[in-house]
């Protein structure tokens, strides 16, 4: 089973955008991609200083452009619309938001340590300002990164676009963009062109 080379996958924080994406590596050959890798300046603790939106941009669009397949999970509506060329798929993830929170609550914890996230810890106040921000994800507006964002920007795609509702498996999800693919419904309009003058 083949997929398209140049997949997108976005969706809410703690829907598992990155877990598909890594799938798809394993299975189809494709590279793996993430957003924050070009978001975030390198810091400890991680995702604390913003790169600048031109060179997070440069550097994405290089990796991009770089031989070979690849899928790219996160979002970048907004900074990133001038590589939207660039996708020939773009899969939608909808979780429900209980089971998203839980999800990023257990990585918390995996990446920081119980002590650290806990009442009193060094980072007990970004863990709950975070997970307030997570969850405001199905009722904010556009100015954040929320469902009525990424509806308003889906809406916009030439490409093709699936759509995986609920909490599916990672195997589910394959199964299901699968068979997209078998009933012809990933055939993209999208063709690769060489970035513009005015794509910054």
């Not at 070979?68 to 020939?88: H, K, Q, R, T, V």
Request: proline content about 7%; glycine content about 8%.
């Amino acid at each position: 089973m083949q997929l398209p080379n140049r997949i997108h996958i976005v969706g809410a924080s703690g829907s598992g955008t990155t877990s598909l994406a890594s799938a798809i590596a394993t299975g189809y050959g494709h590279r793996h991609l993430d957003t924050d890798d070009f978001f975030w300046m390198p810091t400890s603790p991680p995702y604390r200083e913003k790169r600048p939106r031109e060179e997070r941009l440069a550097l994405l669009r290089q990796a991009l452009l770089e031989p070979g397949s690849w899928a790219l999970s996160g979002s970048l509506c907004g900074w990133g619309d001038p590589l939207i060329p660039e996708f020939e798929l773009v899969v939608f993830l909808a979780v429900p938001t209980p089971v998203r929170l839980m999800r990023l609550r257990a990585r918390e914890i995996e990446r920081y340590g119980q002590d650290a996230i806990r009442p009193g810890g060094e980072l007990h106040t970004r863990h709950v300002e975070f997970l307030a921000w997570a969850g405001c994800y199905d009722t904010g507006g556009l100015e954040m990164r929320s469902r009525a964002l990424h509806e308003a920007w889906l809406a916009t795609l030439p490409c093709a676009v699936v759509r995986l509702e609920g909490d599916l498996s990672v195997a589910e999800q394959l199964v299901r963009i699968e068979a997209s693919h078998d009933a012809g419904l990933l055939t993209s309009a999208c063709t690769r062109r060489p970035p513009a003058a005015g794509d910054t």
